[in-house]
């Protein structure tokens, strides 16, 4: 019973169940917004508006914009901490971003996108680093440390602009072609959804093949025996905030663009918590060492799904935010009781 | 004497597994049975069904010449049988009083009588030769005193039966003593006390009857005048054993690992200076507390020293350092596997391989299939009882646990291995197997410094004995000044001074 084959249904028994879900709640909703006048009922569903080329095209940019940094807050849960400052960070990003763009703060100096965008991501090191100095190095405790970078980045955004907007339509330097990069299209899919397939496959490939994952997995579950085995704790738990870090930094460029303006009291409000909540809901668990990259984004997915749902069928759009706590809460239910491992046991096995 | 306990035929099974069958026991007030037996031959479930934590599938036990039913651990209680487990169970946020009452706290008016709490109390530790005031924090206490909490607290439920589950594992030599001194002053006041321990001399020591098991199964009885170590290690094995401990002798009398005036973060003004020759088995003595384990955390560098020099075959090593001693062939098989040896739920391949990842990584990236194949190899080589690799290494027993930690630093070719505790909690088979173990790597011409609190073990295994105390290092034996009492005077210097006069 040990083949490669059974080693990968035992390995992605949970992102496969989530899977199920997933194609539940897309069928579901397919079903629900058919094109009632079509000619047959396939076509109906075919025609459907969640099928809709407008819809779909809406959809995966959503997934690629919130996946970004999902996939950066599940490397944290993984090391056994937590970002809370994310969605706070995005606000800054986007705001520090626009006046790049705009120069008109006077302690920011303008400049076109390809150096501010430069400039951005080397900021989001530094603040990634600062994290994971603080936690890593002091050992203050991770949750302390991006609380008050949740209130302190979010407020100091707010401060530069005087708590009003910031709009892309005021930039005074060079902008050409940098929202066709940010909201255009490549190979007919959103710039946004193409850019997070090359990032799930770059954090595949740290998570899952290279010994930096092996790390972050040893940390999160015993970072004592990891340390007596010679790991150096420090530096990987660190690289895990600079990396959440620049991958908000990432996305923030996309949400700055798709948003236009940046209203640093509500922009990125509570998308931490939208990435926790995948997180946790694709198998990450809160106490480390444990998760894939194909759970988060198929945790992702589940909760924009549900939310494209709830907009495409009507549903009251306050209760949606029901439907995804009870879905969380299920999730992690099930995961509890290790409903998944009962699920995907055979039958012959469970009698012996 | 009547039996004040009477277990017959007791079987269990826990589905198709037969953990007990048909087993009998008996005990008396005032007296003290050893009962032995390796881990899985049934000690533990024996004591569940006392503890009215499972019931016996068949069989009879008496209690007091009347046929009970023990359901549920307040019945146990009610019944007179008290329990001091292995592990500590102590809140150490709470005064000794109040752990001792834990919730049995005298009332007054709704809220607990602190007063008549600490009253309670206090003949209780008096029984015990305790002098402490009860309103003392756990936490300030050593080990020793902790385990006479959990006694007192037996104690105070007024205990016909006192059933001891390894009383003394976390105990230093010295507190052992103490508390098989109280052992047996308890018995004296008529109590009838079941003794389970893997140190077979503090049975000896101390037991009236030996009872032993075997899978599940009586395994044999020793009275009082046929009580022998090796009587009960082949009851416990069911053969005999001619040699636990394997011969060796020092390949050659080059010094490899030397280390100066070194002294660790708990005993900053310690000082400990010894040298290791390759081949050689240095043990090290030590009450607890004693800065043994500190020492090695930080010879190996997971812990900080204020003060010392190491060096491995002549050159010096950074202090504080693990990737540079790592580098330099010196490792530790630590005291606390479990907390630092082992990552329990990564599987058994992740653990071999979490210290040598980079031999099997091109780049950054693993080469899974040669992980995959060495880590089989090695558990062939090392004896992991496991049918592979890729079990979480939480499934294992203790020995076979310790076998993956053996494995992942003995495939390194050490220099210098540190093993501190190596076969604590291990059950004899396991044991000798590490013996052996221990003994193949140090003919390959590694310096080995073992730390251990068993002093068979340390007997038995070294070829030279330091011993420490206050983290400083009081003295190195050589085998012809081996014995128990040349060690407890280096281990407790001060103390005995002390009491002489």
């Excluded at chain 1, 992102?15 to 079509?38: D, P």
């Excluded at chain 2, 294992?396 to 291995?417: H, R, Y």
Aim: proline share 3%; with cysteine; aromatic share 8%.
């Amino acid at each position: 019973m040990n083949t490669p084959l059974s080693r990968f249904f035992n390995r992605y028994r949970k992102e496969g169940c989530l899977a199920v879900v997933l194609l539940f709640v897309a069928f579901w909703t397919i079903f629900f917004s058919r094109n009632t006048e079509a000619n047959s009922f396939i076509q109906s569903l075919i025609e459907s508006r969640f099928l809709s080329l407008r819809n779909l095209e809406n959809l995966s940019r959503q997934v690629g914009m919130y996946g970004i940094f999902s996939l950066g807050m599940g490397l944290v849960i993984i090391s056994g901490g937590i970002d809370l400052s994310v969605g706070s960070l995005m606000a800054l990003f986007g705001t520090v971003f626009f006046f790049f763009l705009t120069g008109s703060h006077a302690w920011i100096p303008g400049m076109p996108w390809a150096p501010a965008i430069l400039v951005l991501i080397l900021f989001s090191v530094m603040v990634g680093v600062l994290h994971g100095w603080l936690i890593a190095k002091i050992r203050m405790p991770a949750f302390v440390v991006t609380l008050c970078g949740l209130l302190g980045y979010r407020g100091l955004a707010q401060t530069m602009t005087h708590d009003t907007a910031i709009g892309y339509y005021d930039a005074k330097f060079n902008v050409e072609g940098l929202e066709s990069l940010l909201t255009g299209e490549i190979f007919g899919l959103p710039a946004a959804f193409i850019t997070f397939i090359a990032i799930c496959l770059i954090v595949y490939y740290l998570l899952h093949l290279s010994v930096f994952g092996r790390y972050l997995l040893a940390l999160g579950r015993n970072e004592q025996a990891a340390r007596y085995s010679g790991i150096n704790t420090v530096l990987i738990m660190a690289f895990a905030y600079i990396i959440c870090s620049v991958l908000a930094a990432v996305s923030a460029l996309f949400f700055a663009l798709y948003t236009a303006d940046v209203v640093p009291s509500i922009h990125g409000n509570f998308f931490e918590l939208y990435a926790i909540a995948g997180a946790v809901l694709g198998g990450c668990s809160l106490r480390g060492g444990e998760g894939t990259v194909i759970g988060i984004v198929l945790g992702t997915t589940v909760l924009l799904v549900l939310q494209n749902m709830v907009n495409l069928l009507g549903y009251d759009s306050s209760f949606s935010k029901v439907i995804t706590a009870l879905v969380i809460l299920g999730g992690v239910l099930v995961d509890r009781f290790d409903i998944w491992r009962l699920l995907s046991r055979p039958k012959n096995a469970a009698a012996a | 004497m009547p039996p004040i306990l009477q277990l017959s035929q007791i079987s269990k099974s826990f589905g198709f597994v037969q953990a007990l069958s048909k087993v009998d026991f008996e005990i008396a007030a005032g007296e003290i049975v050893g009962l032995i037996g390796e881990n899985g031959a049934g000690k533990s479930t024996l004591m569940k069904i006392l503890g009215g934590v499972h019931p016996p599938s068949t069989g009879q036990i008496r209690f007091d010449k009347a046929p009970v039913t023990i359901q549920g651990a307040k019945a146990a209680e009610q019944l007179g049988i008290s329990f001091v487990h292995q592990e500590l169970n102590l809140l150490d946020n709470i005064d000794i009083a109040g752990n001792i009452f834990l919730a049995r706290e005298p009332r007054r008016f709704g809220c607990i009588d602190q007063r008549a709490l600490h009253k309670m109390a206090l003949p209780i530790l008096e029984a015990l030769g305790l002098h402490l005031d009860p309103r003392t924090s756990v936490s300030r206490l050593t080990n020793g005193q902790q385990q006479l909490v959990e006694i007192a607290k037996a104690l105070s439920m007024d205990a016909k039966l006192l059933i001891l589950d390894e009383p003394t594992s976390s105990l230093s030599i010295q507190e052992a003593d103490t508390l098989l001194k109280l052992v047996k002053k308890m018995k004296g006041q008529g109590m009838a006390i079941i003794f389970i321990s893997h140190r077979l001399s503090e049975v000896e020591k101390i037991a009236d009857r030996v009872v032993g098991l075997r899978d599940g199964e009586n395994a044999g009885e020793l009275n009082a005048e046929e009580i022998s170590r090796d009587r009960m290690i082949s009851m416990m094995i069911g053969r005999d054993l001619s040699e636990v401990y394997p011969e060796s002798n020092p390949v050659n009398t080059e010094t490899v690992f030397s280390v100066e005036n070194f002294s660790t973060r708990r005993w900053p003004k310690g000082n400990a200076s010894f040298s290791v020759r390759a081949g050689e088995i240095l043990g090290m003595a030590g009450l607890v507390g004693a800065g043994r384990s500190e020492l090695a955390q930080a010879l190996f560098g997971v812990d900080s020293s204020p003060s010392g020099t190491m060096s491995v075959n002549g050159q010096p090593l950074t202090r504080g350092k693990v990737k540079n001693t790592i580098a330099n062939g010196v490792f530790l098989a630590p005291e606390d596997r479990k907390a630092s040896g082992l990552i329990l739920e990564m599987t058994i391949r992740e653990n071999m391989t979490l210290n040598s990842l980079s031999q099997f990584s091109r780049r950054s990236r693993i080469d899974f299939k040669s992980e995959r194949i060495q880590t089989d190899k090695w558990l062939r080589e090392f004896g992991v009882k496991a049918p592979n690799a890729e079990l979480p290494v939480s499934s294992l027993s203790g020995g076979n646990q310790q076998k993956v930690v053996l494995s992942k630093w003995m495939t390194l070719a050490p220099k210098v291995m540190i093993f501190d505790e190596p076969t604590r909690g291990i059950d004899m088979g396991a044991r000798q197997e590490i013996y052996q173990a221990i003994v193949r790597l140090a003919e390959t011409g590694c310096a080995i410094l073992m730390i251990s609190s068993d002093m068979e073990e340390l007997l038995g295994m070294s070829h030279r004995i330091a011993v420490m105390h206050e983290g400083t290092l009081s003295g190195i034996l050589n085998r012809n000044e081996f014995s128990e009492k040349a060690i407890m005077t280096l281990a407790v210097q001060q103390s005995l001074a002390t009491s002489a006069s």
